[in-house]
C-alpha cells in the first residue's frame, strides 16, 4: 500500500495549510484586524481549530498513518514523517473538541484583551483573561 504514504504526504499538506492560516489569523488580528472585529475572529479562530483537531483526530488520519508505518521499505523521511503525524494525532487524541475550540477562541480573546490592557498600562483588566487560559492550560495538561 504504497498509496497511504502519498495519501499521508497530502494529508500533511492539508493539515499544513491549515496551520498556516491560524498563523495568518493571529498575525491578522495583531495587526490589521478592524476594532470590532475581535469577537468575529474569535469564532473563526475557534472554527479553524475545530476543523483540525477534527482532521488529527479522524479515524481515517489514524488509519493512514497505520497503513504507511507498516509499509516494509520505508525511507527514513518518510519514517519521519509517519513519527511525527504519529505523535500529533496522539497529542490531539487526548483532548476533547470542544477543548481545542475554547483554546482557541479564548487564546484569541485574551490577547485583544492584553493589548488593550497594555497600550492602557493597565494590567489588572487582563487579568481574569489570564485566569480563563491557566483554567483552560490546566485542563489541557490533564
Known amino acids: 500500500m504504497r498509496d497511504s504514504v502519498a495519501l ?3 494529508t500533511g ?3 499544513q495549510a491549515l496551520r498556516a492560516v491560524e498563523g495568518l489569523l493571529g498575525w491578522d488580528q495583531e495587526t490589521y484586524m478592524p ?3 475581535g469577537t468575529a475572529r474569535a469564532e473563526s479562530q475557534a472554527a479553524l481549530s475545530t476543523v483540525l483537531h477534527e482532521k488529527l483526530t479522524s479515524d481515517a488520519f489514524w488509519g493512514l498513518i497505520q497503513d504507511a508505518a507498516a509499509q516494509p521499505k520505508l525511507s527514513d ?3 519521519a514523517m509517519v513519527r511525527e503525524f504519529r505523535s500529533d494525532a496522539e497529542k490531539a487524541r487526548k483532548i476533547p473538541s470542544d477543548l481545542a475550540a475554547d483554546l482557541a477562541r479564548t487564546g484569541s480573546l485574551s490577547q485583544q484583551a492584553w493589548s488593550k490592557a497594555r ?5 489588572s483588566e487582563f487579568l481574569p ?11 489541557e495538561a490533564e
Open 13 to 15: 499538506k492539508e493539515l
Open 129 to 139: 483573561w489570564l485566569e480563563k487560559m491557566i483554567v483552560l492550560k490546566r485542563r
Open 8 to 10: 499521508l504526504r497530502q
Open 35 to 37: 476594532r470590532r472585529g
Open 119 to 123: 497600550s492602557r498600562n493597565a494590567a
Open 77 to 79: 523521511r518518510d519514517k
